[in-house]
């Protein structure tokens, strides 16, 4: 069992920055792919970020060159840091692991989901 904690959300103007921050607790971090995904009030959820725990990583192409993904097997901890902020990125932010090595972008694969954190993007 992994419990997951997402922080670090916020209002932010456009052109701002975030970093969101997940602290993991239970089974063994350094073992889980860990993602982040969105979800905008009326909208799927949506993949944003993925980093396995071989260190492969990858994004989606709305967030490409703007976001990146970061763990701390030390602090059990994986990172989203987010520049270049937009109004479109306005949404809850969640953490979410998986007990595979390989790259994967559909929530419904995942095993572990964080309560989330809402991130706000004025413009």
């Known amino acids: 069992q992994v419990q997951l904690v997402e922080s670090g959300g916020g209002l932010v103007q456009a052109g701002g920055s975030l970093r969101l921050s997940c602290a993991a607790s239970?089974?063994?971090?350094?073992?889980?792919?860990m993602a982040w995904f969105r979800q905008a009030p009326g909208k799927e959820r949506e993949f944003v970020a993925v980093?396995?725990?071989?260190?492969?990583?990858d994004y989606a192409d709305s967030v490409n060159g703007r976001f990146t993904i970061s763990g701390d097997n030390a602090k059990n901890t994986v990172y989203l840091q987010m520049n270049s902020l937009k109004p479109e990125d306005t949404a809850v932010y969640y953490c979410?692991?998986?007990?595979?090595?390989?790259?994967?972008?559909?929530?419904?694969?995942?095993?572990?989901w964080g309560q989330g954190t809402q991130v706000t993007v004025s413009s």
């Open positions: 979410a692991a998986g007990t595979f090595v390989v790259v994967r972008t559909r929530p419904r694969e995942y095993d572990y």
């Open positions: 239970g089974r063994t971090f350094s073992r889980y792919t």
């Open positions: 980093i396995t725990w071989i260190g492969d990583k």
